[in-house]
């Protein structure tokens, strides 16, 4: 892998502040794992800025002896944690909120105890907003000196973790420890080459938009530290997908099912993530009155090709037609799409054209077996006629390239829905995770069943689902 070096002196990277604008006003968490090359006093590893305003930054206190500092236009909060330069270590400062004392912290990574101090003086934040998040620098060097350092993991939180919850990160030491701690933004620096943007693992937009100078340097990853989701999310992810709802860390996230590329509007959902008996990870259950919708999205109307992939495991047999995935209206004409199970324990996809003579295609699987199962489905205009191919665990099993009217002629403004309905009923039971599409990619077979086989590889660590039959699990 890689981490991103930062010479002290004019590199940075600026990203949007995506949804810690709340930041000033409430309780947060700043983190970094990070390698400084020396220490110097007043030189910020991470900070929130908005124009000419100053709104936390977690700086560099070499001064003090191993400090570390919190400051803002007005206030500059100290303590004591040990920091040391040429060491992997996470450095992180959390805080209440204005009026209280802000507690700092610090952990070398492969060795020694953790270093959890409470500063002398409360801090009183800064009330403007903030606009933008930097590292290694404050507002391009106006506030702060640049900092020389390497970069491996940077996060931000809008509540004050406890020093149990960040001495987990050091246990588990992996990117997937601090995403499962619901971050509002999260990001690695392990990118291969310069030019490739800083993203927001999160999905809340707070990715790349400056970049002054900075090296991507291998070969000096944190000891032991595993960057990324976890092997399949980051195969998906590599695909850029038009939406991914992962559904797997344990996290409500506000009752959202959670959208990685945050491309559409967030999922509303009646459901919770229960924790299975035999499974290591929560995942999306599904039942009577539960739905996660996600907004007017993904009709496919006018669109030549598309993709979905998703995981689905029944818990109960399929009643009457009961919705995997739906998009269509709710009132008046139905026109839209849905896969919903059906006789046998085989799924169907359905097109409504909105005149009552819907078609469709059953995919002859025996979903229903207490097992969980890849589906895939793809769309493709290229060929005269169009054809649509189903795939079961990464295998082509069906086409249908027969319909009597043209699938790209049919809209419909209805919630894109999963596990039910767009209006709530004919609810499915059971687990729909992992669920991504890509509106205009056509994903090759071969990718379908590198996926399968990606996800279906047997458990060997602890951080997999181990929900499924014995000796196939899917790897987060």
């Known amino acids: ?278 499974r290591l990870l929560s995942a999306r259950e599904y039942g009577a009155s539960k739905v996660s919708q996600a907004g007017d999205n993904y009709s496919f109307f006018g669109v030549g090709q598309w993709s979905i992939v998703f995981w689905m495991k029944p818990t109960a047999a399929f009643g009457a037609f009961p919705r995997v995935l739906e998009k269509r209206n709710t009132a008046g004409n139905f026109d839209g799409w849905m896969l919903y199970g059906s006789g046998g324990g085989n799924i169907t996809f359905d097109y409504d054209p909105g005149t009552g003579a819907d078609e469709g295609r059953t995919i002859a699987a025996s979903i229903d077996n207490g097992e969980v199962h890849m589906i895939a489905i793809t769309f493709d205009d290229t060929p005269s006629p169009d054809i649509q191919r189903f795939y079961f665990n990464g295998v082509e099993l069906d086409t249908k390239n027969d319909w009597t009217f043209d699938p790209k002629t049919i809209a419909s403004t209805g919630q894109f829905s999963i596990g039910a309905t767009s209006g709530n009923s004919a609810n499915f039971s059971g687990i729909v995770e992992k669920v991504a599409v890509w509106s205009g990619t056509l994903l090759s077979a071969a990718t379908i069943l590198s996926l399968y086989n990606t996800g279906s590889t047997a458990p060997s660590s602890g951080s997999q689902e181990t929900f499924m039959k014995p000796g196939f699990a899917l790897i987060v």
């Not at 947060?28 to 930054?57: C, D, R």
């Not at 588990?172 to 800083?198: C, E, H, M, Y």
């Not at 090296?215 to 695909?239: E, R």
């Open 1 to 278: 892998m890689a981490v991103r070096e930062f010479n002290g002196s004019s590199d940075r990277i600026v990203v949007d502040d995506g949804i810690v604008g709340q930041l000033a006003n409430g309780p947060f968490t700043l983190l970094v794992l990070v390698k400084p090359t020396t220490l110097n006093s007043g030189e910020s590893y991470i900070s929130a800025v908005n124009g000419s305003n100053w709104v936390a930054a977690l700086q560099d206190n070499a001064g003090g002896g191993g400090q570390l500092a919190l400051s803002d236009d007005n206030e500059f909060v100290t303590a004591t944690v040990g920091e040391t330069a040429s060491d992997w270590q996470i450095l992180a400062v959390t805080c209440a909120g204005p009026g209280n004392a802000p507690r700092f912290h610090r952990k070398q990574l492969g060795t020694g105890s953790w270093t959890h101090q409470d500063s002398g003086s409360t801090f009183t934040g800064n009330t403007i907003d903030a606009a933008t998040m930097e590292f290694a620098s404050t507002n391009n060097g106006a506030f702060s000196s640049f900092k020389d350092c390497r970069l491996a993991v940077g996060a931000v939180w809008v509540s004050a973790l406890s020093d149990g919850q960040l001495e987990g990160i050091d246990t588990a030491k992996t990117t997937r420890s601090i995403f499962d701690l619901a971050p509002a933004s999260l990001w690695d620096f392990n990118q291969a080459a310069v030019g490739t943007a800083v993203k927001d693992l999160m999905g809340n937009g707070a990715n790349e938009t400056t970049r002054s100078g900075t090296t991507v340097i291998a070969g000096d990853d944190p000891p032991g530290w595993t960057f990324g989701l976890g092997t399949y999310n980051d195969a998906v992810l590599a695909l850029s997908p038009s939406s991914y709802w992962m559904d797997d860390s344990g996290q409500d996230y506000g009752s959202n099912a959670f959208d990685l590329t945050h491309t559409g509007s967030p999922a509303s959902v009646a459901s919770i993530l229960p924790s299975e008996s035999g």
